[in-house]
């Protein structure tokens, strides 16, 4: 793979649907760069079922706004809400535009219902909406001459101008170096950071690289306590969790526990199709009630005809078949794992952070969209609507002109410690958090069991700052080359760097999890059930400041 140059007029951090979409909106004349830790598609915007959007004669961008207040219990932004639910339609043209092809019956889209809408307004594309639509994304970004893609580039930090204080470029390890790379804008596109819980159906990529980026660098964070459980993963000893789409809930499929009870309704009035909140905390507590052995509820799909499931869930029948599990004939076992980041770096409505020359969109990015509690299908969408807003993007091309004349752009050698004892201490911390958080930040949190959490965290956090293998992240001289001297001394740094993300990440939701003192959408609170109206409003945190934001008005709450 050719070096990456050291300049560009907007860098992307990402190649998930909000980075490879918001590259293609950029105008024509930019030199765009799209860098990805990774190889290409592989990240959480495969893996989506679903985009929500308007799109029906019937349906209305009105009703589509008032079901995403009502999700996002009392904290959704209603301008960011009103911004993606109006866009939603002509959103969907530009992916036919491109190439994307949804479900249709007849000449017409297809839509599904899901869990929270008041209608049906659910876009597919059979089982495998995300990946049709990054294949299709990717293979346009590819065809674009002002576009450069560079795989398996880790950004390890932001670049910030000294005096201005505004962001300038970043610094990434990359073919055995790290080096400095100049932007006159810099787009966080890293998605969520599903991998600090234990049970998740995030890929192992998605670690909150930018959201740890952003806040050491001192931008404003919003909300990180609010995270969104998917109630539905096929749980089976030994295996990944398999997202079991909440379409077959709408296509009228049941939870029931061992005995056979359809309990959902005993906790809310919707049953099975209430917010993903809602049921995740109604199996959560039926599994705590009821003490099963295995310790999971079950999905009966035998209500939907064999032959709709055929046609609309083969995937979900391919992957139970493949452990041994019937469910032409059977309930399949299901539990919650983490699924969605509703907090992140904040955010306007033209994508901007709170530093200068610094934007953020997907996941990565808190819009004020998604409230407490994401609305179903809306994650995709939002990709798409607030990576347009970049399409207005002016560079100033000041920032982005000669190297600054103190300092050095030559290569510096430098020999690596034998870091390998090292190593054995972040492993630990990268196999054990992930746990840690399950049970403090899971689910169901409590301040005791937060406040150890956090002296945990800040144990971990101190250990690893002590390494010296960190002094490459937290010590690196601006525009200065550093060229490591073997392919295991950069795979470790990757790994130090990732790890030390996840902790930064996993003490954002902790400490704020422990500063609100109530219960609302992702963030459930068993000491402090209820929601309280002195809570409606946003966790802001900026460095080692935690504050509050002016309280919400004119919401819409879930009844």
């Not at 959704?76 to 190439?99: F, H, Q, R, W, Y």
Request: hydrophobic share 40%.
């Amino acid at each position: 793979m050719p070096s990456i140059p050291s300049k560009f007029d907007v860098l992307i951090i990402g190649s998930g649907a909000a980075g490879l979409y918001a590259a293609l909106c950029l105008p024509n004349h930019l030199q765009v760069g799209l860098i990805t830790k990774d190889a290409l598609k592989t990240g959480a915007s495969s893996w989506a079922r679903g985009i929500a959007a308007a799109v029906d004669p019937a349906d209305t961008p009105l009703s589509h706004w008032e079901d995403t207040l009502k999700a996002g219990a009392g904290l959704c932004e209603p301008e960011a809400v009103k911004l993606l639910t109006d866009n939603a339609p002509a959103a969907i043209e530009s992916l036919l535009e491109m190439g994307v092809t949804f479900d249709r019956n007849g000449e017409k889209l297809a839509q599904e219902l899901e869990a929270a809408h008041s209608r049906p307004r659910v876009l597919h594309s059979g089982e495998t909406t995300g990946k049709v639509l990054i294949d299709t994304l990717t293979s346009q970004v590819l065809e674009r001459e002002n576009i450069q893609v560079f795989s398996q580039a880790f950004t390890l930090s932001l670049w910030l101008n000294e005096v201005t204080g505004n962001c300038q470029g970043v610094s990434i390890l990359n073919q055995g170096c790290i080096r400095w790379i100049r932007s006159a804008a810099v787009v966080l596109a890293t998605g969520g950071c599903g991998q600090v819980f234990c049970h998740t159906t995030n890929p192992t990529v998605i670690t909150g690289d930018g959201i740890a980026l952003a806040w050491r660098a001192g931008a404003l964070i919003r909300d990180p306590e609010f995270f969104q459980f998917h109630p539905t993963a096929l749980t089976v000893s030994g295996i990944p969790r398999f997202l079991v789409t909440e379409i077959v809930r709408g296509e009228g499929a049941h939870l029931v526990d061992s005995q056979g009870k359809r309990f959902a309704f005993d906790y809310h009035p919707s049953g099975e199709l209430a917010p993903r909140d809602v049921v995740s905390r109604a199996i959560f507590s039926h599994l705590q009630k009821t003490k099963p052995d295995p310790y999971c509820v079950y999905l009966d799909l035998r209500p939907i005809k064999a032959e709709r499931m055929r046609e609309r869930f083969p995937s979900i029948i391919q992957a139970c078949q493949q452990w041994g599990i019937d469910l032409f004939t059977q309930p399949i076992p299901i539990a919650p794992v983490a699924h969605y980041f509703m907090g992140g770096i904040a955010t306007n409505l033209e994508s901007c952070t709170s530093i200068d020359g610094l934007y953020a969109i997907g996941e990565t990015a808190s819009t004020g969209v998604h409230g407490a509690n994401r609305l179903a299908s809306n994650s995709l969408l939002e990709c798409i609507v607030f990576a347009a807003q970049l399409s207005q993007l002016t560079v100033n091309s000041k920032i982005n002109g000669d190297d600054d004349p103190g300092y050095s752009s030559l290569p510096v050698k430098r020999e690596q410690q034998d870091w390998d004892n090292e190593m054995e201490k972040v492993n630990s911390i990268r196999e054990n958090l992930p746990k840690l958080m399950w049970e403090s930040a899971g689910i169901s949190r409590s301040q005791a069991i937060l406040e150890d959490g956090i002296s945990q965290l800040n144990i971990w956090r101190s250990q690893l700052t002590d390494l010296n293998i960190m002094g490459y992240l937290l010590k690196a001289t601006p525009n200065q080359t550093v060229q490591l001297n073997s392919d295991r001394a950069e795979q470790n740094l990757r790994l130090a760097a990732e790890t030390f993300n996840l902790t930064d990440i996993a003490y954002l939701i902790l400490k704020s999890a422990a500063w609100r003192t109530e219960s609302r959408g992702g963030h459930y609170r068993s000491d402090y059930s209820q929601t309280s109206t002195d809570w409606q409003l946003h966790t802001l945190i900026q460095g080692d400041y935690w504050g509050k934001s002016a309280k919400i008005s004119n919401y819409i709450m879930s009844g």
